[in-house]
DNA sequence: AGCAGATCGTTCGGTAACAAACATTTTCCC
DNA sequence: GGGAAAATGTTTGTTACCGAACGATCTGCT
C-alpha cells in the first residue's frame, strides 16, 4: 500500500473489494471531488481569514447572514447558514458571549428570537469580509469567467437534483 | 427582510453594508453554491443510507479507506479521509468500540499505528457501500456524461487552486 | 556512540454538529 | 371560545472537529 494512490489504482482496489457488482466511478469521482474542493476551500479561507480574528467557520457564517439581513428570525438564519437550529443556538450563544450579536424577541409573535449584530459585530464584518472576498476571489481567479459560471450553474444543478430526490421521498412518505 | 432572497437582493443588500469596495460577487457566489452542494449532498447520503446502520459520514469515510487501502497507517488515513490526525484519533476510537476496525502496531517502526478491518467491519462496508454508491449516481445522473466529466475538472482545478496558495504561503514563511 | 531535531499518534480544551425530546406560544377548526 | 395540532427555539446526549502541547520513537550528523 503505497503513500498516495491514482484514481486508477483506486478504482482497481475498489473493484477488487466490491466484487462483481456494478458501480459507477464517475459519480463516485465527481462527488469525492465536491467534498475535497469544499474542504481545500473552507480550510483555507479559515487558515487565512478567520483564524486572525478568532472565528470559526459557522461563526462567520451565521455573523455574515445577520449582517445582510438585520433581524432576521433565528429559523431563517439557521436555513441560510445551511446548519440545523439546534446548532444555530449554540453558535449564537458563543457569538453573544462575544458582544457581537444580541437575541431579541419578537412583539407579536413570542415564540420568535431575533438577530441583531451589535456595534462591535458590524465593525468586525465591515473588516473581515472584504479579507474574506479577496480570498474568494484569488481561487476563483485562476478559472476562467466563463469556467466558473459553468461551475456555479452546474452546482446548482446538484443541489437541484438531490432536492428532487428529498422532495420524492417526502411525497412518498405522505402516502402512507 | 423577507423569508427568502433572490441573488440579486443579496447582492445590493451587501452593496449597502461594503460600501464602495470593489466584491468580486461571482466569485463568492460560485463558492457559496460550493458548499451549498456539498452538504447537500452530503446529507442526503447519510439520511438515506447511512443513517438505517447507525453510521456517521465521518466514521463511513474512514472505514471506506481502510476497507480499500487495508493495513494504511493512520496518518495517510486522514489524509485520505481529509480529517486531521486528533479526529481521526477519536472516529477510530468509536469505530473500534463498535468492533468494526483494529488499531495494529508496527513492528519495524513502533510510532506507526496501522489500521484494518475486522470480519464485521469488511461485512458491513460490502453492504454499504454499494448503497452509498448506487445514490451517488442517481443524483449524478441529473447530469449529462459531459456535464460530470466537466464538472470533475473543475473541481480539481479549484484544489490545485487552493493548493497553490498554500504552497506559495508556505514558501514564504520558509524564508523567513 | 550520542544527542539535536524530526516524526508519529494521543491527549487536552474548546467549539460545532445534529436528532430527538421538550416547553412555550400560536393557529386552526368546529 | 376552547382544545387539538402546528410551529418555534432551547435543552440533552452523543459524536465530530481542530490546533497546540505532549511523550515516545526514530534519523541524521558528527
Do not use: C
Request: glycine share 4%; no cysteine; charged share 30%.
Amino acid at each position: 500500500m503505497p503513500d498516495r494512490h491514482t484514481l486508477e489504482e483506486t478504482e482497481r482496489a475498489m473493484k477488487d473489494h466490491v466484487g462483481d457488482l456494478p458501480l459507477d466511478f464517475a459519480a463516485a469521482n465527481a462527488l469525492s471531488n465536491l467534498f475535497r474542493a469544499a474542504n481545500a476551500v473552507r480550510t483555507e479561507l479559515t487558515n487565512r481569514v478567520l483564524r486572525q480574528h478568532d472565528m470559526t467557520w459557522t461563526g462567520f457564517v451565521v455573523l455574515w447572514v445577520v449582517w445582510i439581513w438585520d433581524g432576521m428570525e433565528t429559523r431563517h438564519v439557521a436555513e441560510s447558514a445551511d446548519i440545523s437550529k439546534a446548532t444555530l443556538t449554540g453558535v449564537v450563544k458563543t457569538l453573544e458571549g462575544r458582544g457581537l450579536i444580541v437575541r431579541e424577541g419578537d412583539e407579536r409573535d413570542r415564540r420568535l428570537v431575533r438577530l441583531r449584530l451589535t456595534d462591535e459585530g458590524t465593525a468586525l464584518m465591515e473588516q473581515i469580509y472584504p479579507e474574506f472576498n479577496a480570498v474568494e476571489s484569488e481561487i476563483v481567479s485562476q478559472l476562467s469567467e466563463r469556467k466558473v459560471s459553468t461551475f456555479t450553474r452546474t452546482l446548482r444543478d446538484v443541489v437541484k437534483a438531490v432536492e428532487l430526490q428529498t422532495d420524492a421521498r417526502d411525497e412518498a412518505r405522505d402516502e402512507a
